[in-house]
């Protein structure tokens, strides 16, 4: 594996000295369900106050390490320690911790946003009026005031996007783990949730994971970036570090050089190649002219 073994990470507005002292330490974690090996001795770093972009193909895993590293679902092997808890004897500590915005989070339709935060917030052992007030700040920063008290059920996909991040950030978590933070959500919505966490990143100094498919934002938002495959960490670096490491223009060209994936000019080349059913026939009728 390509791995840039720096021990300072300089960022936009910071330079993060890397100690012994970091949000998710993991050591070997591995998960397997039946045959499948999800995750493969996964061995992450990741410093305090930084965003880290989880990146690979569908089914690469990164699903998986997050559910570990939430303490959601137990890894078959290895153990990682997420915000100085473990997640195998200490799972409720990284809960209690840590914010999660699931990938295909399940809402309860028949509450209204405010009930399901309300319900959220009380999860987290929130006192009422701290409740009420974040469930304010936040319905406000993703524009759904005055829907509050509509049910969920009513709701759009990226409406409910919204208030499962809602729920994520309700308890002002230490750490916040996003997959896919953007599906679903219209243009201005992605704006606006990418402001927010490198928002959350810079000003409020939290530690973020996120997973995503978008390269484009990763290269934006991300501090340091790990492409998983088939389970396995195959490149971690920054993104002008990986990108610098394959003479990528950007963060996707980088992605498909370094994943062997050929771009659309490739794939369609045989075209060139092979002359089609139709060139044939043309052919084939000028010879019988002749
Ligand atoms: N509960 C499960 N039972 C069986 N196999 C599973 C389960 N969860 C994940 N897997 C398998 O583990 C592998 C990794 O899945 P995972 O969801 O972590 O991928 P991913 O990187 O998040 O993919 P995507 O980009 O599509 O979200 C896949 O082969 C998947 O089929
Ligand atoms: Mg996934």
């Not at 330490?25 to 106050?49: C, H």
């Not at 895993?61 to 473990?86: C, F, H, Q, W």
């Not at 339709?109 to 701290?130: I, N, R, S």
Request: hydrophobic residues 40%; contains cysteine.
């Amino acid at each position: 594996m390509a791995k840039f073994k720096k021990r300072t990470y300089y960022v936009k507005w910071k330079c993060i000295i890397i100690s012994d002292n970091y949000a998710i330490r993991s050591k070997d974690l591995t998960k397997k369900f039946g045959n499948i090996i999800a995750v493969n001795n996964l061995n992450l770093k990741i410093p305090y106050g930084i965003t880290y972009g989880l990146l690979g193909p569908n089914g690469a895993g990164k699903t998986t390490t997050v559910r570990m590293l939430n303490a959601i679902i137990s890894p078959t092997a290895g153990t990682a320690e997420v915000v100085g808890y473990d997640i195998i004897t200490q799972s409720k500590q990284v809960k209690i911790n840590c914010g999660f915005l699931p990938e295909s989070p399940g809402l309860y339709q028949k509450l209204t946003a405010k009930e399901f935060l309300e319900f959220v917030g009380e999860l987290y052992y929130l006192p009422k009026e701290v409740i009420s007030s974040r469930i304010e700040e936040l319905l406000d920063i993703f524009d759904l005031e005055g829907r509050e008290n509509d049910l969920l059920e009513g709701y759009s996909r990226g409406m409910k996007q919204k208030v499962c991040l809602c729920a994520a950030l309700i308890q002002d978590p230490k750490m916040i783990f996003l997959d896919e933070p953007t599906s679903n959500l219209d243009p201005a919505a992605a704006r606006m949730v990418k402001d927010l966490i490198s928002d959350l990143a810079k000003k409020a100094d939290k530690t973020i994971f996120i997973c995503t498919h978008l390269l484009d934002s990763a290269e934006e938002l991300c501090d340091l970036i790990g492409i998983i495959d088939k389970g396995e960490l195959k490149v971690e670096g920054s993104p002008k570090e990986i990108i610098d490491s394959v003479n990528a223009k950007d963060l996707e060209d980088a992605y498909l050089k370094i994943m062997g994936v050929s771009r659309i000019e490739d794939l369609l080349a045989w075209r060139e190649e092979v002359p089609s059913n139709m060139e044939k026939e043309k052919k084939k009728k000028k010879k019988k002219k002749k």
